[in-house]
């Protein structure tokens, strides 16, 4: 099964999370007029736990790519900013229950990121054009905050752009 794979707007992605993007956002100066400040980009939750700020580096995978893992957050949320200007993949499915049906693939565009609402199923990050850094604010604390799934082989769905 190919899965298309969609360009990510705030409006087709607000199931699954929030679009981290200063186009079209609200701002307002800070530092005597020298700074603009894109505030409140994304709804971070880590309940009652704390907020972990990491960098990933992530090696781009082989296309076209077959979605054998998926993986939520059911305690807080996760976001993901790239420190580089280039787009990656975002596979998701909406919390609850894992539904294959319900797999939905977005490209981001270079310097957007995205944060996954708790209990959204995402495949981990999907580099494209090389080695790529990406800045994760995620939940830490009592509890177990990921659950991975392994896909059926004859559900698995496919990937390429």
Do not use: K
């Amino acid at each position: 099964m190919r899965l298309p794979v969609e360009a990510l707007t705030a409006e087709a992605f607000r199931p699954f999370g929030d679009v981290i993007s200063t186009e079209g956002r609200d701002w307002f100066s800070i530092n005597n007029g020298s700074t603009q400040r894109f505030h409140d980009l994304a709804q971070v939750t880590v309940g009652d736990g704390r907020a972990l700020i990491s960098i990933f580096r992530a090696t781009p995978l082989a296309l076209p790519l077959r979605i054998a893992l998926m993986e939520q957050h059911p305690l807080g949320s996760q976001t993901f900013v790239p420190l580089s200007p280039r787009p990656f993949l975002v596979v998701v499915a909406p919390p609850g229950d894992y539904d294959n049906d319900a797999l939905r693939c977005f490209i981001t565009r270079p310097g957007e990121g995205v944060n996954y609402h708790p209990g959204v199923w995402h495949h981990p990050v999907i580099a494209l054009q090389g080695e790529s850094d990406f800045l994760v604010v995620d939940r830490g604390g009592e509890g177990n905050n990921c659950i991975e799934i392994t896909v059926d082989e004859a559900c698995q769905h496919s990937v390429a752009t």
